[in-house]
């Protein structure tokens, strides 16, 4: 009823804003990435920055039923809307881009295992109707969406994504994370990152049980004790970001390990960056589905998978590749003993290569600038 009512919600909005008067260099963000690798708020502020000319609007949560009527006028004011989930205009001579927010390796759409065919045709009229810019840094990115989203080809456009210019600029040092998250000064550190997929929708609840209590990794053999000393041993501190929902329902979120701290958004909202911004600080990576490890490659830095549960995600969802342990440039460990077993040897040149393989199969615009390139394309290019 409630999906019902916001839906009549949105149409009706739509329609009220058609009625205002459009401007050529308004722009609209629609951010529904918070500052998790959100290309939207980067891009919005590349164009604060860089274009004075045109005035840009960032929304968000996108979407929601909370905004007011001159969010609205500003909606239909547009010419540009750039969205990072759905696509949306409110009238046809708008123009919407659409950046999405990853390289997908899970299934979604209509490859994927727990979505409904009612959903999916209504998400397949969207992408035909309102996308007119689908960026794309890769055939292997455009099979990938078009399998999920039955995207048409002469969409994409290969300009790449705002949130890869942000990778190797950190706005924080090093030496300020690690003060700012741990307390500490070590010019020997390695800083890791721990930044799983949502693993809400496994319908598991014996997982998120697991997470409730601290066990963030969902490890069988979990012991928070053992891992801090063995990072400590090793001159490591890991950073864990968890999903938002995870984050919400964690009980023991202020650490009280000295190599271990949780970053939530809070810490990113109050230093108005997103945690791109950050990710150059980091020397490796430990996720397991999140598409996060695609961007990471462009750093070229180990990258730990984490599988304990990669059977249960295969059935539930699905992914779109595999097999899995042929598709992962990095250390695929199970358990809490396989991971501290591989903390001391996190690369070797056979890693490094894969990850420059993975790296060239999924980015083939390789720009010194996404953002530049995307804005030329979407105000003179189009």
Request: with cysteine.
């Amino acid at each position: 009823m409630k999906s019902f009512l916001f839906r009549c919600y949105m149409t009706l909005m739509k329609f009220l804003a058609r009625f205002t008067t459009m401007e050529d260099n308004e722009i609209v963000i629609l951010n529904g990435s918070g500052r998790s690798g959100s290309n939207g708020y980067l891009f919005y502020k590349y164009l604060q920055l860089n274009h004075p000319e045109y005035n840009v609007t960032l929304i968000e949560p996108w979407p929601s039923s909370h905004f007011g009527w001159k969010v609205w006028q500003k909606i239909g004011a547009a010419r540009y809307i750039i969205t990072t989930h759905q696509p949306f205009k409110v009238r046809k001579h708008q123009i919407n881009v659409q950046f999405w927010h990853g390289v997908p390796l899970k299934r979604m759409g209509i490859m994927a295992n727990n979505t409904k065919r009612r959903d999916n045709r209504r998400n397949e009229k969207l992408w035909h109707k309102y996308a007119d810019i689908v960026c794309s840094s890769s055939d292997l990115y455009e099979t990938l969406m078009s399998a999920c989203m039955a995207i048409e080809t002469k969409k994409y456009h290969k300009v790449g994504f705002p949130r890869l210019d942000a990778l190797k600029n950190p706005v924080i040092s090093k030496e300020q994370l690690l003060k700012d998250l741990f307390k500490v000064e070590d010019k020997d550190a390695q800083i890791g990152i721990y930044m799983p997929t949502f693993r809400y929708e496994l319908n598991d609840p014996k997982i998120m049980e697991r997470i409730k209590s601290g066990n963030f990794f969902a490890f069988d053999d979990f012991d928070i004790e053992k891992l801090n000393s063995a990072l400590k041993e090793r001159q490591q501190y890991l950073i864990v970001k968890l999903h938002p929902y995870e984050m919400r329902m964690f009980s023991n979120f202020k650490s009280k390990y000295s190599n271990i701290a949780f970053l939530n958004n809070d810490y990113l909202f109050d230093r108005d960056c997103d945690l791109y911004e950050l990710l150059g600080d980091t020397d490796f990576l430990i996720t397991d589905f999140s598409s996060i490890y695609f961007d990471y490659l462009h750093l070229n830095k180990p990258i730990v998978f984490v599988t304990n549960y990669l059977k249960q995600y295969e059935k539930t969802r699905g992914l779109l590749m595999g097999p899995y342990e042929d598709i992962i440039p990095g250390i695929n460990v199970n358990s809490q003993r396989d991971l501290i077993s591989n903390l001391d040897h996190l690369d070797n040149r056979q890693l490094r290569n894969l990850r420059l393989y993975w790296l060239n199969l999924t980015d083939q615009v390789n720009s010194d600038s996404y953002c530049d390139k995307i804005f030329d394309f979407m105000t003179k290019g189009y």
